[in-house]
């Protein structure tokens, strides 16, 4: 692990490290985040590994332009209006993702929709910038610890897990971004922050406040909101029966498809929700059938996801 200064010659350096699919911690005006390329799965994966989180909850991908949006996704005149007066800033719209959208599906955690936020402050900025791609930055702390705002927050937490933290001093917020979702008609506070509901109301009309974290469910129906497969899963075969799917993992016979041929988990997680929704496919199987994984590490996260999509059906 590296503390080094945010000049410019190591923000080239973040930058080149993050086109490489590597993890950067970078400061934020809300706190430090640890960054990965939101356009590469395995970068994806990184990040949950890094931070140990036993599950997978959507992440913020982090744009240097309002422009950026375009091709991630969906906006209307609610995004316009709210991305004019608060962008950059710590407010992220929650957006149906653009067709073709090219941030991995990881990110997503494999819902519909893409969170997105244009972060004020120079050092991300010019990250960004310097990338050319959106980047998935989560708060750069363990799991269950609490967020970083200044750089030596993120080395005590995240240790040697990623390569180089640009140090730009302490944040200036300190509290993490609004989370407004935009999916329905009416636009939901899904996780209160710098922005009020009352500065969001002026501009737009009512606004909804959610108690609950779709990123953490406590109610099974709120299960509905992630993707659920339409075909039963079946967990840890070991053979496959007549009409499945068989989803691989490692040196699996008959795989339909293979999250690793190599039994890498990182690269596993990468694949796990583009290839759940390439498998779940009624016209084609009546059950999708995954091959023993080993829960360890960001195994953790592939098995809660599983057995949620197999719950989800029962
Ligand atoms: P952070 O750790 O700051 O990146 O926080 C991510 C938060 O953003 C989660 O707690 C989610 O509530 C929210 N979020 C991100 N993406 C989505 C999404 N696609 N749908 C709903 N909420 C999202
Ligand atoms: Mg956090």
């Known amino acids: 692990m590296t503390i080094r200064p945010a000049t410019a010659d190591n923000i080239a350096d973040g930058a080149r490290v993050l086109r490489a699919g590597g993890l950067v911690a970078f400061p934020t005006e809300t706190v430090y985040g640890l960054g990965g390329d939101a356009t590469q799965g395995k970068a994806v994966a990184g990040i949950f590994a890094a931070k140990g989180r036993p599950s997978f909850n959507p992440l913020i991908v982090h744009v240097a332009d309002t422009s950026w949006v375009t091709g991630l996704a969906v906006t209307d005149a609610r995004f316009d209006i709210l991305a004019r007066a608060f962008w950059p800033g710590p407010l992220t719209f929650v957006l149906p993702r653009q067709i073709n959208c090219p941030v991995s599906e990881l990110v997503s955690a494999g819902l519909d929709s893409i969170a997105l936020r244009m972060p004020d402050h120079p050092v991300a900025q010019k990250l960004l910038r310097e990338v050319e791609r959106p980047l998935a930055a989560p708060s750069a702390n363990a799991s269950g610890t609490v967020s970083p705002t200044l750089a030596t927050h993120v080395a005590a937490s995240l240790g040697n897990k990623v390569g180089l933290i640009l140090d730009g001093g302490p944040c200036r917020v300190g509290l993490e971004s609004t989370v407004l979702d935009l999916m329905q008609p009416r636009a939901t506070i899904l996780r209160p922050g710098a922005i009020t509901a009352e500065q969001i109301a002026a501009l737009i009309g009512s606004v909804a406040v959610s108690t609950e974290d779709p ?26 029966k007549p009409g499945e799917a068989l989803l691989g993992f490692g040196r699996t016979a008959q795989a339909t498809l293979n999250l690793s041929e190599s039994g890498d988990l990182i690269e596993a997680a990468a694949n ?25 590490g960001i195994g953790v996260a592939i098995h809660d996801r599983l057995t949620r999509a197999a719950a989800a059906r029962s």
Not at 221 to 227: E, R
Not at 274 to 296: G, K, S
């Open 272 to 296: 796990l929700f583009a290839m759940m929704r390439a498998l779940d496919d009624p016209t084609r199987f009546n059950a999708i059938a995954v091959a023993p994984i080993p829960a360890t």
């Open 215 to 240: 990123a953490a469910p406590k109610s099974p129906g709120q299960l509905a909101s992630h993707y659920a497969p339409t075909l039963p899963i079946r967990l840890s075969a070991t053979s496959i």
